[in-house]
């Protein structure tokens, strides 16, 4: 995709539980990979923010979302494309178990600032400890 087509739209989850944050790694061959970021994904044409969250991480961490409202639009664009993100805090139903591989964590506000998020996170991320 290059910018020309319009922004990807990612919808992610900001899930906080006992002051820790659930972050995964992004795999390999992956755009960005290697990076922390909060689980979500591409949203689908004329899907709703809830049902791309409830998707994304029922594939990615096998587990059910009670989406809340949304923290942070933002927009970033890199050499090869454009990502416009939405954050929203969500609670998740039951244990996550990373179903593709990645590397997952709960992290505090202080282990947060120590780990490598793409710049698309960097106003989430400056929200999120300050």
Do not use: N
């Amino acid at each position: 995709m290059t910018r020309d087509d319009g922004p990807i739209i990612v919808i992610a989850a900001v899930i906080e539980r006992d002051g820790r944050f659930l972050v995964t790694r992004r795999l390999a061959d992956t755009h960005l990979s290697g990076y922390w970021e909060f689980p979500g994904g591409k949203r689908e044409p004329h899907e709703t923010h809830a049902a791309c969250l409830t998707r994304e991480l029922r594939e990615e961490l096998d587990v059910a979302v009670d989406v809340g409202a949304e923290i942070l639009r933002t927009e970033h664009t890199y050499p090869a494309r454009t990502v416009r993100l939405h954050f929203h805090r969500c609670e998740i139903v039951g244990e996550p178990h990373a179903m593709l591989g990645q590397e997952m964590r709960w992290v505090t506000r202080e282990e947060m600032r120590e780990l490598q998020f793409p710049e698309a996170d960097r106003d989430l991320i400056v929200l999120l400890t300050e």
